[in-house]
Structures are given as C-alpha cells and as structure tokens.
C-alpha cells in the first residue's frame, strides 16, 4: 500500500535552484510538491489558501523578505513547518527567522546534501539547522543570566521595541507599529544596548528574555 506523500511548497527567487528542489522532491516518495513560486507576494495567497505540511522559503526575496512571508503566514497556518534555506550565516537573521516561527534554518550551500533529510526532521518535531547555525544559537543561549534582582531602568517605550524585536520585527516595521520616526527606533535601541550592555538585537532580546519575569524597571 503505497503511503501518503506529505505536501510542500517552495519560496526560492533563484530559478535553478528552485527548479533543483522541486526536482528533488518531485522525485521523492515522500513528497508532493503543491507550488513553486519566486516571490513571497504570489506564495502568500496560495499557500494561505491551501496550507502544505511543509515550506521550503529562501530569506532573502525580492519585495517581501522570507521573514516577512513568514510572520504573516505562520498564524494562518500553524500547522505548517517552515524550513528557510540562505545564504546568510550572520546571528541576527537566525534569531529574526526563529522569532517568525521557524522550525528549522539551513544554509545554501549544506542544502544538496540535507534537503530531504531536513524536511523529514522538521515535519518529525526536529529542528534542523547547518552546525554552523547550531553553534551561533548555542552561543547566544550560553551568554551569562542577569541576576534576578538586576534593573535595566528601561521605559516603557524601550520594553515596547524589545518585545517587537523578540518577535522580529525589523526597525522600520518596528517604527510603524509605534507610530515614530526611524531615527525614533535608533534613539530606543541605543539607550537599549547601553543599558543590558549588548551590541547586537540578538543579544538584546536574549539577555531581556532571561531576566526574571518579577523584575521590574
């Protein structure tokens, strides 16, 4: 009795690489791919519409970024596991694509050899990522726990743009979703990393995340 095969749909800009995976899956026992589609715009309905098991989504698109189509389609389709392959190693765009609800990050040039064996990973409950991705995230969780007691004295305003970075946002949606300037946002994150004594978003919101949740500025 032959199995059912599990649905997938592809987010790649890259013709050739797009037409490579969806060979590959096309190929495969395990999966059916549902669409294929160059730019988040044309995936979002789509794959709205008729949500697959699985996506295949590059980060770095024209229009919509990966992270983008991501944050929009996760709480319509919660169901579906979401697995972004780029060409980008750098932390920040790790935590931004986990913080939109990503299962698993993969990097171009591991995917030939780990396309389907990630997939099976993440629809399994797994999240995979290439070790050089692990080891960043390992990195950034091993920073030092504030103690409990420990103030940032940070405003409210600076708590609202910490919690929309934890949730990925990216600085001009950050500015939008507050009603302020750009200039507004650089003036928060400054006053932000000065005061947790950070240099990165990633940091930021890993070392907020920690503090203990009675602490209060």
């Not at 299962?103 to 990973?121: M, T």
Request: net charge negative; glycine share 6%.
């Amino acid at each position: 009795m032959t199995s059912t095969k599990r649905t997938i749909a592809i987010v790649e800009d890259d013709s050739l690489l797009r037409e490579s995976f969806n060979e590959t899956l096309s190929s495969s026992d395990a999966w059916k791919v549902t669409g294929c589609y160059g730019r988040a715009e044309s995936a979002l309905p789509a794959i709205q519409e008729d949500p697959p098991d699985a996506c295949l989504v590059d980060i770095q698109l024209p229009g919509l970024s990966g992270i983008q189509l991501l944050r929009k389609l996760k709480p319509l389709c919660p169901a579906t596991q979401f697995l972004m392959v780029t060409v980008f190693e750098d932390a920040d765009r790790v935590f931004e694509a986990l913080a939109a609800g990503a299962s698993g990050y993969v990097l171009k040039r591991d995917i030939d050899e780990r396309l389907l064996e990630s997939l099976d990973d993440v629809v399994a409950g797994g999240s995979p990522m290439s070790s050089g991705i692990a080891r960043k995230v390992v990195q950034h969780f091993q920073m030092p726990v504030a103690e409990p007691d420990e103030d940032y004295h940070l405003t409210q305003r600076e708590k609202e743009t910490l919690d929309l970075l934890a949730k990925g946002y990216l600085y001009k949606e950050i500015a939008d979703e507050l009603g302020v300037r750009m200039e507004t946002v650089s003036f928060h994150l400054g006053n932000i990393y000065r005061k947790l004594h950070v240099r990165t978003r990633t940091e930021a919101v890993l070392k907020y995340m920690k503090r203990d949740p009675d602490t209060k500025s």
